[in-house]
Structure formats: C-alpha cells, structure tokens
C-alpha cells in the first residue's frame, strides 16, 4: 500500500469530520448531544451500517 494514499484517505476523513463542527457548530452539538442518550445497542448499529457502507464504498470504487 502506497503510504501517500493512505495519508491522503487519512486527510480526507480528517475534513469530513470537521466539515459539520465548522460550518455549523449548534446543530453538530445537538447531534452528539443526542448520541449519548442512545444505549449501547443503537450506537454499535449505527458503528455497523457505516463501516458496512464504508467498506461497500471502498469495494465498489477501489
């Protein structure tokens, strides 16, 4: 695996998580206050679908 990709795949995760915080703070607050209100259960459903996406996404495209 080619080191300046995986960088550049970690610099783009870095700008997509900060993209919400940045552009609108209020509302991602809210989001993560309502995520630690949910149990365990949900959360790592939530955990499952985005990998599951994500590793669809990266199989599709790669």
């Known amino acids: 695996m080619d080191?300046?990709?995986l960088l550049s795949a970690l610099a783009l995760v870095l700008i997509l998580e900060g993209l919400l915080p940045f552009v609108a703070?209020?509302?991602w607050r809210r989001t993560m206050?309502?995520?630690v209100t949910l149990d365990?259960?949900?959360l790592r459903l939530m955990g499952l679908a985005?990998?599951?996406i994500g590793l669809l996404l990266l199989w599709f495209f790669a």
């Open 40 to 42: 365990n259960g949900k």
């Open 33 to 35: 206050a309502e995520l």
């Open 25 to 27: 703070p209020s509302v």
């Open 3 to 5: 080191v300046s990709l």
């Open 50 to 52: 985005s990998l599951s």
